[in-house]
């Protein structure tokens, strides 16, 4: 039975729905890129010295595999280098071949986390109860719903936090005259010796400097601590202590946090989270620049060389009268899987030499070299 195989006719037309998925089959230059890739894969291959066994079709499929594999490896690397910028983003918009600019989003979520620890800014909410204090009475459970109270909605002392109690004294400042208005015992009896005692104090104002100001309210914050009985608390096993001891009965507000929502990791969860939803997809192939469409071409001989290889493998051996032609089957294989390899090595040493941290550091070590060569110019000597 005589072998019939299809082999490469010299020469092809390209017409969409040629490609096994139409990724680019409507891009003008991909269909004149398909035609001139085919002969020219054909011709490396052999031809017309030797037959290729290889049709119109299987040429348009490598350059197909040839166009997508560059877009991955290039996508790849964008979202490897841009992923902490664009993470909550939307995923609605294409990003690729498009310039992403770096930014602090990334880094500012964390950063709000330790932020809402020190209560300035987070990412979950703070709430507020209170406690009714009866007089001489320290110790309070918070606990006993009958004299604790939470924000409604908000679970009981189980599963929450309290962050801060409103139990202090007032703020210096409170304690303090405005030297501005005039008012204050050293300001009155200075207003009196200019015979400025019987007016207002709202045109009378001796101007003071502010670190007078800070002194005057860190001494008195100094006497509250030192000399007086300090407005504190402790929280022990859902134990509240007051100090000092409350002589009347009051309201004392806190702040609390819910811990299953500090803990909660899914907080913003919509939008651009990991490698799996980021949008970049295939490329126009009339965007991809020369020497891109270089590196295309020579994957496309490589994955043609290897679909030839995997054609002759089947027909080891073709018999003729009296003889038999062995074929390069196992050859054209091993030559293609190593060109590949390369061609994935080259192309991810280029882009890891492109990435935004190495270009920093070539720009540092610019200029290093630079500072160094302009130290070495002499300098010009005045003489008069």
Known sequence: MAINIPIWPGSSSFF?????????DYDADFQYEAEAVANWCAKRLGYPIVDVELQDINFYTCLEEAVTEYANQVNTFNIRDN???LQGASTASNLTQKNVRPNFGGIISITQEYGAEVGVGGSYSVYTGSIVTAQGKQTYDLTDTGSVSFEA???GITGIEIRRMFHEQPPAIVRYFDPFIGTGLGSQQMME????GNLSPSISFVMMPAYQDVLRLQAIEFNDYIRRSSYSFDIVNNKLRLFPIPTFPMTVHFQYIIKNERSNPLRDSDGISDYSNIPYNNMDYCKINDTGRQWIRKYTLALAKEMLGWVRSKYGTIPFPNAEITTNGAELLSAAQAEKDALILEIKE???GLSRQSQLERKQAEATALQQQITMIPLRIYVG
């Open 193 to 196: 010796q200019f015979g400025w």
């Open 350 to 352: 280029i882009l890891d």
């Open 153 to 155: 909605g908000t679970p």
């Open 83 to 85: 992923l902490v910028n």
């Open 16 to 24: 969409p729905g040629d490609t096994p998925y139409g990724f680019y």
